[in-house]
């Protein structure tokens, strides 16, 4: 069972970059899934979220209407597209699956994790 991001990268401020996170030894359309990010010497966050019942999805305040979260079951891969990017969404950006039905901030529900990929957002 293994979550792998890829995707992300060094950008200017206004860019864009799509990360993905691909599952395999499991079919991610069972699972909730949430895009996490921890800034240096800060506590991890939550940015977004796709639910395994409905497709509902949910984001932070801080990145609402400039990200978006999909999943492509074919390819059981979530992905985040992220658009207008500040220098303050530099951070390594996780993805982690949860058995549960609907989306959660509390990150102890998640019990698979990536291993992160870094996005650096220069001014």
């Known amino acids: 069972v293994q979550l792998v991001e890829s995707g992300g990268g060094l950008v200017r401020a206004g860019g864009s970059l799509r990360l993905s996170c691909a599952a395999s030894g499991f079919t991610l359309e069972a699972y909730t899934i949430g895009w996490f990010r921890q800034a240096p010497g800060k506590q991890r966050e939550g940015v977004s979220c796709?639910?395994?019942?409905?497709?509902?999805?949910k984001y932070a305040d801080s990145v609402k209407g400039r990200f978006t979260i999909s999943r492509d079951n074919a390819k059981n891969t979530v992905y985040l597209q992220m658009n207008s990017l500040k220098p303050e969404d530099t951070a390594v950006y996780y993805c982690?699956?949860?058995?549960?039905?609907?989306?959660?901030?509390?990150?102890?529900?998640?019990?698979?994790w990536g291993q992160g990929t870094q996005v650096t957002v220069s001014s």
């Open positions: 796709f639910s395994s019942t409905g497709g509902i999805t």
């Open positions: 982690a699956a949860a058995q549960r039905f609907f989306c959660s901030g509390d990150m102890s529900i998640y019990t698979y």
